[in-house]
């Protein structure tokens, strides 16, 4: 398993915060992008494909959860992973749900778009590439200290502070490893790097 780099939680959390207050539409859409990819884990081949209809009703209001699409029978809130094909169900929680806010109103407040539309060739209205994705993100991180890293480092980044604030025990890692589609928690340990920084805080503390 290739090593992703992690943020740090508390300065990528600044970065979100001061980039969907600017009044520009380009940093709140950045902002965004740093909040979905860090507050739902989801991959970068996921989260470019989101619209706006699958966040916000008719009225602009929110939605708890992600909807991928609506039916006779209702709303269906489960998204396929395009990676694994499995099924994903994302919660909108409350830090999310201040990013979506914030770039719906400095949006056109077209419901049928892509949230982060392609910038430049191919189709206006397609959806960016991932490449175009990571090159933001890395501009980004760059720009508030972030250090090096691109889309997945946002989705590692997420997922380890969920396993922090949840006692970095083994139900932590259960949790993740199903959220994050893991096939069992030894995965999802290695993709943390948990033994990594486990060393790494032995040798500092001798």
């Known amino acids: 398993m290739e ?27 950045d902002g965004l992008m740093l909040a979905i990819g860090t507050y739902t884990s989801l991959r970068v081949s996921d989260f470019r494909l989101i619209r706006w209809d699958q966040l916000v009703d008719i009225n ?19 998204l396929v992973e395009q990676k694994t094909k499995k099924k994903r169900q994302v919660v909108i929680g409350k830090s999310l749900h201040r990013a979506i806010q914030a770039a719906w109103r400095a949006s056109n407040k077209v419901r049928d778009e892509y ?3 392609r910038l430049s060739g191919g189709s206006i209205d397609g959806p960016m590439t991932r490449q175009a994705a990571w090159k933001i993100v890395n501009k980004r991180a760059a720009q508030f200290g ?4 691109g889309t997945h480092s946002l989705r590692k980044t997420g997922a380890y502070e969920i396993y922090k604030r949840n006692g970095e025990t083994h139900t932590a890692l259960m949790i993740l490893s199903v959220a994050l589609n893991h096939e069992n928690t030894q995965v999802t340990m290695r993709y943390l790097g948990i033994n990594r920084d486990r060393v790494k805080e032995t040798y500092s503390n001798l």
Do not use: M
């Open 3 to 29: 090593f992703v780099n992690k943020f740090d939680f508390q300065k990528l959390e600044g970065a979100i915060n001061q980039l969907i207050r600017s009044k520009r539409y380009v940093d709140r859409r």
């Open 146 to 149: 972030l250090g090096p890293g």
């Open 60 to 78: 602009g209001e929110v939605y708890p959860e992600l909807t991928v699409s609506i039916s006779k029978s209702g709303r269906v809130q489960q």
């Open 115 to 117: 949230l982060f539309r």
